[in-house]
Nanobody, 115 residues
Framework: QVQLVESGGGLVQAGGSLRLSCAASGSLSLNHMDWYRQSPGKQRELVAS???????TYADSVKGRVTISRDNAKNRVFLQMNSLVPEDTAVYYC??????????WGQGTQVTVSS
């Protein structure tokens, strides 16, 4: 089993920055580590993904403003978000997948961007 705990959310003005962190505990090795977000009335969407080897994927809506990174030794994944806009307001979820099919979700952290 893996537990994911997010931190770093909060309230920020438009144009500001936030850094989200996710700590994974447990004994399973994780391949993909991702950040998703969900705002009221919308489906949960992938924001960014990073594989164990460092390959990254970003949603078009955040490209150039967001950077995902990970520390494999400490089983942590980070999301640096810059130039935030009100449309980035959402609950951000950490997600992880093993090399097999097991996947895990964090409890989410609220990000609110005021205009």
């Amino acid at each position: 089993q893996v537990q994911l705990v997010e931190s770093g959310g909060g309230l920020v003005q438009a144009g500001g920055s936030l850094r989200l962190s996710c700590a994974a505990s447990g004994s399973l090795s994780l391949n993909h580590m991702d950040w998703y977000r969900q705002s009221p009335g919308k489906q949960r969407e992938l924001v960014a993904s990073i594989q164990y080897g460092g390959q990254t994927t970003y949603a078009d809506s955040v490209k150039g403003r967001v950077t995902i990174s990970r520390d494999n030794a400490k089983n942590r994944v980070f999301l640096q978000m810059n130039s935030l806009v009100p449309e980035d307001t959402a609950v951000y979820y950490c997600h992880a997948r093993t090399w097999g099919t097991a996947e895990f979700w964090g409890q989410g952290t609220q990000v609110t961007v005021s205009s």
